[in-house]
């Protein structure tokens, strides 16, 4: 079955209103593109989610777009910046959280969120830290060591660490693996307030279908370094033919395109 091809288009011009603005994004590690020829924005105040299997590029994007991959060609702009050469100006306006990349264990969190603060400059850091302990149920462990906790409790650590500056622009990598359903709906909740809140866009890196169709407003699947399709969860699904984000998911992970997902 051949994959789906989307008709090609020209780059978007830069955007200075677009929070993330990538085009013809190319990343060549020896003879394999992980990346190859992206384009797609992030719009100001919107949640994007960037789908896809293992090795499908979303990592490597991620790390262009943080500026801490360099392209092999192509454009990436965030907040109006471009990356990496200006990744300066913009590194304190943005924050980034994984469950899979782990703090130091010796320090409590106390300590690992007051590390981060310092090095954002957070004013009143020790009230936002008290902020985050209420908001994310994290003060009754504030002074165990991060080596000592569950991992839920280190995701929840995480997202305080990548709150702890209020940023403008947030990427989240699987931002609620290991938590149970009840805390993971909550983590979400939380995360939909924020947005509103400060106006903040983020852009999520998610397996959970489910956690996609409700949070975000755009969804860009990514498939061998490439889109295979860009548009809202209900304009994708409506397109494959299906009733969820996550039958879209192993269609296009399958091999399927749309017109066989039509007639499936």
Known sequence: MTPLALPSSPPPPP???AAIEVADLVKVYKTTRAVDGVSFRVPRGSITGLLGGNGAGKTTTIS????LVLPTSGRVRVLGCDMPEQRAEVLGRINFESPYVDMP????VRQNLSVFGRLYDVPDLRDRIAELASD???TEFLDRASGKLSAGQKTRVALAKALINRPELLLLDEPTASLDPDTADWIRGHLETYRKRYDAS???ASHNMLEVERLCDRVVIMKRGRIEDDDSPAAIMA?????TLEEV???VARGRDREQ???L
Not at 105 to 108: E, H, K, N
Not at 239 to 243: I, K, L
Request: negative net charge.
């Open 261 to 263: 997902g039509e007639t």
């Open 239 to 243: 397109r494959y033919n299906r009733a």
């Open 136 to 138: 994310l149920d994290l």
């Open 105 to 108: 264990s010796r320090l409590t």
């Open 64 to 67: 262009m777009i943080m500026g």
């Open 15 to 17: 955007d200075a209103a």
């Open 202 to 204: 983020i852009l999520l």
């Open 249 to 251: 998911f192993l269609d």
